[in-house]
């Protein structure tokens, strides 16, 4: 079975600019969820998705933004990034909520 | 709330001796707890998980852990350190109240490194 896939796995972006990620979960999982990953904040969740509703949301602004298709891929956008916004983004997915967690490799974003 | 400890922000260890990683947690309900592991430029990778099932669990690579309620523990170990096990080590907690969408609350990380 393929696990999670993330595209594009590196972006490099200006300020100001907005962006785009994209999610594709393991084949049968509803839930996907997204973590930002930097050296001064660590790991933190960023909002779930399950059957095309968000269901949890971290403390984030609101320039972060996602949604999910019926068919379980679920897509980031960002608005206005700022320098502060460079970190590696990851997705998970699960069955359902109460269902462990797989990682993808992540996107890694540089906002120069 | 939830929040994970990790006591340790660099671990090193000569291969072939034994690993420990520790892990504090604090939950106000019965919480699911997780080891995972970053290898360099990698997403995570699941080790085990404790789900209030059997107190010791066994994960991937030989390592396992052990659920201590009464300390709030949740510690990492593995008998003998290879030099593959070098990477970033995450204990997480997640609780799930009242079938509400759950999510992950990460340590700061360990980084272990293994040394001939």
């Known amino acids: 079975k393929a696990g999670v896939t993330q595209t594009p796995r590196y972006l490099i972006k200006t300020r100001g600019q907005q962006v785009t990620l994209s999610c594709s979960p393991i084949s049968g999982h509803r839930s996907v969820s997204w973590y930002q990953q930097t050296p001064g904040q660590g790991l933190q969740f960023l909002f779930e998705?399950?059957?095309?509703?968000?269901?949890n949301k971290g403390n984030f602004p609101g320039r972060f933004s996602g949604r999910q298709f019926s068919n379980s891929r679920s897509e980031m956008n960002v608005s206005t990034l700022e320098l502060g916004d460079s970190a590696l983004y990851l997705c998970a997915s699960s069955r359902d909520s109460q269902e462990t967690q797989y990682f993808g490799p992540g996107t890694r974003l540089l906002v120069l | 709330a939830q929040s994970v400890t990790q006591l340790d922000s660099h671990v090193s260890v000569s291969e072939g001796t034994p690993v420990l990683l520790r892990c504090n947690y604090s939950s106000s309900y019965s919480p699911s707890l997780f080891w995972y592991v970053q290898h360099p430029n990698k997403g995570l990778q699941l080790l085990l998980k404790?789900?209030?099932?059997?107190?010791l669990v066994k994960g991937i690579n030989g390592f396992e852990a052990e659920f201590k309620k009464s300390e709030t523990s949740f510690h990492l170990t593995k008998p003998s350190a290879h030099m593959s096990d070098a990477a970033e080590y995450f204990c997480?907690?997640?609780?799930?109240?009242?079938?509400?969408?759950?999510?992950?609350?990460f340590g700061t990380g360990t980084r272990l490194q293994v040394t001939l």
């Open positions: 998705y399950f059957s095309e509703t968000q269901r």
């Open positions: 404790y789900t209030s099932a059997a107190t």
């Open positions: 997480v907690v997640s609780v799930n109240p009242y079938g509400t969408a759950s999510k992950l609350t």
